[in-house]
């Protein structure tokens, strides 16, 4: 299975450190897209970011930057001056082969204490 | 203004009861989804329509039935709950090919005790 791989389970950081939230997908296709989506405590998924796999570059938007390296199949995630709200379970997914779904990690769990 | 709207929130019920769970989009996509979140918040695909035709079904019991009446609705039909059903369901729309995001509703917590 082409499975998107989010090694990180739980962060936990203080108040305005940064974070990196890691993301590593299997593709065998040419053509694909990633993405992220938020999950905060009221459980409502959002949608944060689309890359398609043949623009690596570096997207920022705001305090959220993404990095998306073809090389080493990956789609990381970084938040600068983190806020108790960023608090929530972060997914990254990627489309199937077809492009009519989507394949999820298993999330990772931020904690941000003020 | 909600783009992906499902009923109920929350859902509580007894092993073997029936039951639907609804849910309709007003973006005008062509294609909805339900996808299954277990109690790890692992995400899976379980269905996708488009324009009203099934073109995904996931190894899912046959105790799932989903429907859709029109684009713009796709409903989720339960048979003979078990406790194992106990998840939460999000519904989700996406637009033509080259919107490939998916736009959640906000899950239906399905407890089946």
């Known amino acids: 299975a082409q499975k998107v791989t989010q090694a990180q389970t739980e962060i936990s950081v203080v108040e305005k450190e940064d974070v990196t939230l890691d993301c590593v997908y299997e593709?065998?296709?040419?053509?694909?897209?990633l993405f992220w989506y938020k999950q905060p405590p009221s459980g409502e998924l959002v949608f944060l970011i689309r890359?398609?796999?043949?623009?690596?570059q570096n997207e920022i938007s705001g305090r959220y930057s993404w990095n998306f390296q073809k090389s080493t199949s990956s789609f990381n995630f970084t938040i600068t001056a983190s806020q108790v709200v960023d608090s929530a379970v972060y997914f990254c997914a990627r489309s199937n082969q077809a492009g009519t779904a989507l394949i999820f990690g298993k999330g990772t769990t931020l904690s941000v204490s003020s | 203004d909600t783009a992906v709207s499902q009923t109920p929130k929350y859902l509580v019920t007894q092993m073997g009861n029936d039951k639907s769970i609804k849910c309709e989009q007003n973006?005008?996509?062509?294609?909805m989804y339900w996808y299954k979140q277990d109690s790890k918040k692992f995400l899976k695909i379980m269905f996708s329509?488009?324009?009203?035709?099934?073109?995904i079904n996931e190894t899912v019991p046959n105790r799932f039935s989903p429907k859709s009446p029109d684009k713009a609705h796709l409903n989720l039909h339960i048979n003979s709950l078990e406790l194992g059903d106990s998840a939460v369901y999000f519904c989700?729309?996406?637009?033509?090919?080259?919107?490939?995001?998916?736009?959640f509703g906000q899950g239906t917590r399905l407890t089946v005790v």
């Open positions: 593709t065998r296709d040419t053509t694909y897209y």
């Open positions: 890359r398609n796999s043949f623009d690596e």
């Open positions: 973006l005008g996509h062509d294609t």
């Open positions: 989700a729309s996406r637009g033509g090919i080259s919107d490939t995001e998916a736009f």
């Open positions: 329509y488009n324009n009203k035709e099934l073109i």
